[in-house]
């Protein structure tokens, strides 16, 4: 995957995007942040299922963190699944020790990042999914790396 370009994906169903995220989970190293946006109910959760498939967690474990703020899955690598939706304030990361998520070995995935964005100060990738006009389960998923730009 040409990660600076970024890289466009269609998915017709829940299983295509299931399969769109497992072959984006092969360009993840250890450390990495994955942020997924798109609005409620487009797929974000069933993205993630994909990448822990991909590093051999059980699908199932995969819920959408709501009142836990963030689940751990343990399978080839480890996942830290953050959902931000009902944050109030960045303070509320903090409480939960946000920061040293992100310097560990494990991927951080996070829906609804926005609270987080200021923490965020390294590459990361950035993955959205959008509602298409080709039926209820159409979907276009666009991936790519974003960088933090230092001024030369
Ligand atoms: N192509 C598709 N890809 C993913 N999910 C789909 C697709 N088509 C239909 N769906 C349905 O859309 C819903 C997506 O739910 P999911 O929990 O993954 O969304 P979400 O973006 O994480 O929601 P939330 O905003 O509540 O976190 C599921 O009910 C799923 O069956
Ligand atoms: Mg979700």
Redesign the pocket.
């Known amino acids: 995957m040409d990660s600076s370009l970024g890289h466009n994906f269609f998915?017709?169903?829940?299983e295509?995007?299931i399969d769109i995220a497992k072959e984006f989970a092969q360009s993840l190293q250890p450390n990495d942040v994955v942020i997924i946006q798109?609005g409620?109910?487009?797929?974000?959760?069933?993205f993630t299922k994909g990448l822990a498939a991909y590093f051999k967690i059980k699908q199932e474990q995969v819920q959408?963190p709501t009142y836990a703020v963030v689940h751990e899955y343990v399978g080839q690598i480890t996942l830290y699944h953050f959902?931000l939706?009902r944050l109030k304030s960045p303070s509320e990361l903090q409480e939960i020790g946000f920061e040293e998520y992100l310097y560990k070995e494990g991927i951080c995935i996070i829906?609804w990042p926005e609270l987080a964005l200021s923490f965020v100060s390294d590459d990361w990738w950035v993955v959205d999914i959008e509602r298409s006009n080709n039926g209820?389960?159409?979907?276009a998923i666009h991936v790519r790396k974003k960088q933090t730009y230092v001024p030369g």
């Open positions: 998915s017709s169903s829940v295509q995007t798109g409620l109910g487009v797929g974000k959760t069933h959408s959902d939706y829906e209820p389960e159409s979907r």
